[in-house]
């Protein structure tokens, strides 16, 4: 269906409309600049506007509309017109994407007055107050507390660098992407920190007061927005994700005395960080934080602090012979993926009890002797700027490389951690990529559409292959390396020649994004996971449907394929790992323990053990026979975004949001 954003339209959302590039009922336009089709009114609630979903061919955007009532207010156009200013400067993949074009103005059929528009990136994934309503509204962690903080500190930094400021944080202008990125959305109310602002702040000048009931700190009520104001709404929101509560509860809020009573309702909260939202909660702007980096600052020490006492699996950087069980945060006595990975309760609790006897000393001997399962980890590499996408080691495991958002490849000795060269840099983030079995040919894939052919050792590009109209989520080569798969947010799968570039055929049957493609051992099944929830395998010299899988509620974010190509792995956003038997399509079982939506997947080369990652931090080891849990440990301060393993099954390398890559001992 085609939808008329002329206001004026007696039947806009008109069925009839579908196929036409004029409506039918007022004359007006239905393809907006020539190609945005509206399909559908999300919201005639948000502020200013009405807001749309509409399509750039196959690519899902969000339309923003001002309402016909605010054309006679310059200062509500001016707002509104600012939004897309802001967001067309800001360069970031927690914030929407904007063309510098994105703003319009569109001129209905025999009207005077135009439509102020704005066209923008649509986030795939719920509001922080939507997901809290999914998660049944129970309090997020400490941890991931910190991870998100992190997040949203890390976008305003770039945010006021750029002397803006937000002034409208809250829980439902915070976005969840699937990958565990926080989108900060809703830029109408953002103001530029110029000398006239600060004038009109300082006097009496007139300042557009924005409020949210219970997100808005006092000098904003009274139209003296600053900086710090972020800070205080920022404060605010993460009280009602560690709580469960509103702002405005009177549970936590008493309204006679102005008193906020929150802690009580986040017992699993350490003290540092209570006083440091506390802190970011101020009543008054100057006993918040000064700045951006201020906030970064303390987020990082906290993290440390929080990690010393408790992190007794990372030997080389925690000293753990004077941490004594009895000094660690209380929920790290009771939730076993933060404190020891024992096999029972009881077993926990008597250590837990006898190491108040013992010392922290005995209480790692008794881990030692209980646990020899731990992982230790054996090198970080932090060689890049920015969030580290992908990873893959050479066959003689001896190289490693990585790709990023900072736009490079690197290669690394995998022995030594150390940098050996960029391969390549490039002018967007590069999200996956792919090596001839030669490795001579590197292949890579991202938001521009396109498909880059880069010789390996000298970075010099050698083809690009067109044909997608969206952006390609993934990309595999065949095992003999003829052909080249790849999967895209068209809905599409595409077959490549892989010496020629030229396009073999497209595989279409998904209803959403295909975000990732597989191919088996023998090269002759092709498996796709999209975000309509299912995977479907392929004939892969054909491209025929073979047959459907469906099982999971949420996208299908990653497949692995076991070595002898029997089974198949998928990961989702429902929170849940399946395993699957690949020549029949039978759901074999379902691994339940991750919090959030989980990712990146591994299968060591003997096939016995399965790695998973999830946008809660935290990395999970199973025995692939029986679908047990054997390991869970948080490496990383971010989402987890890829995992691999040595080609002799003794090192786990991951990568992350927090632009590092880690390496580690897997248990025995």
Same mark, same amino acid.
């Given at each position: 269906?085609?939808?008329?954003?002329?206001?004026?339209?007696?039947?806009?959302?008109?069925?009839?409309?579908?196929?036409?590039?004029?409506?039918?009922?007022?004359?007006?336009?239905?393809?907006?600049?020539?190609?945005?089709?509206?399909?559908?009114?999300?919201?005639?609630?948000?502020?200013?506007?009405?807001?749309?979903?509409?399509?750039?061919?196959?690519?899902?955007?969000?339309?923003?509309?001002?309402?016909?009532?605010?054309?006679?207010?310059?200062?509500?156009?001016?707002?509104?017109?600012?939004?897309?200013?802001?967001?067309?400067?800001?360069? @970031?993949?927690?914030?929407?994407?904007?063309?510098?074009?994105?703003?319009?103005?569109?001129?209905?059929?025999?009207?005077?007055?135009?439509? @102020?528009?704005?066209?923008?990136?649509?986030?795939?994934?719920?509001?922080?107050?939507?997901?809290?309503?999914?998660?049944?509204?129970?309090?997020?962690?400490?941890?991931?507390?910190?991870?998100?903080?992190?997040?949203?500190?890390?976008?305003?930094?770039?945010?006021?660098?750029?002397?803006?400021?937000?002034?409208?944080?809250?829980?439902?202008?915070?976005?969840?992407?699937?990958?565990?990125?926080?989108?900060?959305?809703?830029?109408?109310?953002?103001?530029?920190?110029?000398?006239?602002?600060?004038?009109?702040?300082?006097?009496?000048?007139?300042?557009?007061?924005?409020?949210?009931?219970?997100?808005?700190?006092?000098?904003?009520?009274?139209?003296?927005?600053?900086?710090?104001?972020?800070?205080?709404?920022?404060?605010?929101?993460?009280?009602?994700?560690?709580?469960?509560?509103?702002?405005?509860?009177?549970?936590?809020?008493?309204?006679?005395?102005?008193?906020?009573?929150?802690?009580?309702?986040?017992?699993?909260?350490?003290?540092?960080?209570?006083?440091?939202?506390?802190?970011?909660?101020?009543?008054?702007?100057?006993?918040?934080?000064?700045?951006?980096?201020?906030?970064?600052?303390?987020?990082?020490?906290?993290?440390?602090?929080?990690?010393?006492?408790?992190?007794?699996?990372?030997?080389?950087?925690?000293?753990?012979?004077?941490?004594?069980?009895?000094?660690?945060?209380?929920?790290?006595?009771?939730?076993?993926?933060?404190?020891?990975?024992?096999?029972?309760?009881?077993?926990?609790?008597?250590?837990?009890?006898?190491?108040?006897?013992?010392?922290?000393?005995?209480?790692?001997?008794?881990?030692?002797?209980?646990?020899?399962?731990?992982?230790?980890?054996?090198?970080?590499?932090?060689?890049?700027?920015?969030?580290?996408?992908?990873?893959?080691?050479?066959?003689?495991?001896?190289?490693?490389?990585?790709?990023?958002?900072?736009?490079?490849?690197?290669?690394?000795?995998?022995?030594?951690?150390?940098?050996?060269?960029?391969?390549?840099?490039?002018?967007?983030?590069?999200?996956?990529?792919?090596?001839?079995?030669?490795?001579?040919?590197?292949?890579?894939?991202?938001?521009?559409?396109?498909?880059?052919?880069?010789?390996?050792?000298?970075?010099?590009?050698?083809?690009?292959?067109?044909?997608?109209?969206?952006?390609?989520?993934?990309?595999?080569?065949?095992?003999?390396?003829?052909?080249?798969?790849?999967?895209?947010?068209?809905?599409?799968?595409?077959?490549?020649?892989?010496?020629?570039?030229?396009?073999?055929?497209?595989?279409?049957?998904?209803?959403?994004?295909?975000?990732?493609?597989?191919?088996?051992?023998?090269?002759?099944?092709?498996?796709?996971?999209?975000?309509?929830?299912?995977?479907?395998?392929?004939?892969?010299?054909?491209?025929?449907?073979?047959?459907?899988?469906?099982? @999971?509620?949420?996208?299908?974010?990653?497949?692995?394929?076991?070595?002898?190509? @029997?089974?198949?792995?998928?990961?989702?956003?429902?929170?849940?790992?399946?395993?699957?038997?690949?020549?029949?399509?039978?759901?074999?079982?379902?691994?339940?323990?991750?919090?959030?939506?989980?990712?990146?997947?591994?299968?060591?080369?003997?096939?016995?053990?399965?790695?998973?990652?999830?946008?809660?931090?935290?990395?999970?080891?199973?025995?692939?026979?029986?679908?047990?849990?054997?390991?869970?440990?948080?490496?990383?301060?971010?989402?987890?975004?890829?995992?691999?393993?040595?080609?002799?099954?003794?090192?786990?390398?991951?990568?992350?949001?927090?632009?590092?890559?880690?390496?580690?001992?897997?248990?025995?």
């Amino acid at each position: 269906m085609s939808y008329c954003i002329n206001p004026r339209c007696p039947q806009p959302s008109d069925p009839g409309n579908l196929n036409n590039r004029v409506c039918r009922n007022c004359g007006s336009d239905l393809l907006l600049q020539g190609r945005y089709q509206v399909m559908r009114l999300l919201s005639d609630n948000s502020g200013f506007g009405k807001v749309y979903e509409a399509y750039n061919g196959a690519i899902p955007k969000i339309l923003k509309v001002l309402k016909p009532k605010h054309n006679d207010n310059p200062r509500v156009i001016e707002l509104f017109q600012q939004e897309a200013a802001v967001l067309s400067q800001l360069n @970031h993949p927690g914030i929407p994407r904007v063309e510098p074009d994105g703003y319009f103005q569109f001129l209905p059929r025999n009207h005077d007055e135009p439509v @102020h528009c704005i066209i923008m990136e649509k986030i795939d994934g719920p509001d922080l107050r939507q997901w809290m309503k999914q998660q049944g509204n129970h309090p997020i962690t400490e941890k991931q507390a910190l991870n998100w903080l992190k997040q949203i500190a890390q976008i305003l930094h770039l945010v006021h660098q750029k002397n803006y400021f937000h002034r409208d944080i809250k829980p439902t202008n915070i976005m969840l992407r699937a990958s565990g990125q926080l989108v900060l959305i809703d830029f109408g109310t953002a103001r530029e920190l110029t000398a006239t602002y600060l004038a009109d702040v300082g006097g009496s000048g007139n300042v557009t007061k924005i409020s949210s009931a219970g997100y808005t700190p006092p000098e904003q009520e009274m139209g003296h927005a600053v900086p710090q104001s972020d800070f205080y709404a920022l404060g605010r929101t993460f009280v009602y994700l560690l709580t469960g509560k509103e702002a405005i509860d009177q549970m936590i809020y008493d309204p006679l005395t102005g008193k906020f009573n929150w802690r009580k309702y986040a017992l699993d909260v350490s003290q540092r960080l209570a006083d440091f939202i506390d802190k970011l909660m101020a009543p008054a702007a100057a006993d918040r934080p000064k700045n951006t980096q201020e906030i970064l600052e303390e987020l990082a020490n906290i993290s440390q602090e929080l990690s010393q006492p408790q992190n007794l699996t990372n030997l080389d950087e925690t000293t753990t012979s004077q941490a004594s069980v009895e000094n660690l945060p209380s929920k790290s006595r009771e939730n076993p993926n933060k404190f020891i990975n024992f096999q029972g309760k009881w077993l926990l609790g008597w250590v837990v009890g006898l190491s108040v006897g013992l010392g922290g000393y005995g209480t790692w001997q008794i881990y030692q002797s209980y646990n020899p399962k731990a992982l230790s980890l054996v090198t970080t590499i932090d060689g890049h700027s920015s969030y580290v996408n992908y990873l893959l080691i050479s066959a003689d495991g001896k190289a490693l490389v990585s790709s990023s958002a900072d736009k490079k490849i690197k290669v690394w000795d995998f022995i030594s951690g150390k940098e050996i060269r960029t391969i390549l840099e490039y002018s967007i983030p590069i999200n996956y990529f792919a090596i001839s079995p030669d490795w001579e040919t590197i292949v890579t894939g991202g938001t521009n559409q396109t498909l880059k052919i880069w010789d390996f050792s000298t970075g010099k590009e050698l083809r690009t292959l067109t044909g997608h109209s969206s952006y390609v989520n993934y990309i595999t080569i065949s095992p003999d390396g003829k052909k080249l798969a790849s999967g895209s947010a068209d809905k599409t799968l595409k077959i490549w020649d892989f010496s020629t570039g030229k396009e073999l055929r497209t595989l279409t049957g998904h209803s959403s994004y295909v975000n990732y493609v597989v191919i088996s051992p023998d090269g002759q099944r092709l498996a796709s996971a999209s975000a309509d929830n299912t995977i479907k395998i392929w004939n892969f010299a054909t491209g025929k449907e073979l047959y459907t899988l469906t099982g @999971h509620s949420g996208s299908v974010n990653w497949l692995a394929i076991s070595p002898d190509g @029997h089974k198949l792995v998928s990961s989702s956003a429902d929170n849940t790992v399946k395993i699957w038997d690949f020549t029949t399509g039978k759901e074999v079982r379902t691994l339940s323990g991750h919090s959030s939506s989980v990712r990146p997947l591994a299968i060591s080369p003997d096939g016995k053990k399965l790695v998973s990652a999830s946008a809660d931090n935290m990395i999970k080891i199973w025995d692939f026979a029986t679908g047990k849990e054997i390991y869970t440990f948080m490496g990383h301060s971010s989402s987890v975004n890829s995992l691999a393993i040595s080609p002799d099954g003794k090192k786990l390398v991951s990568a992350s949001a927090d632009n590092t890559i880690k390496v580690w001992q897997m248990p025995k």
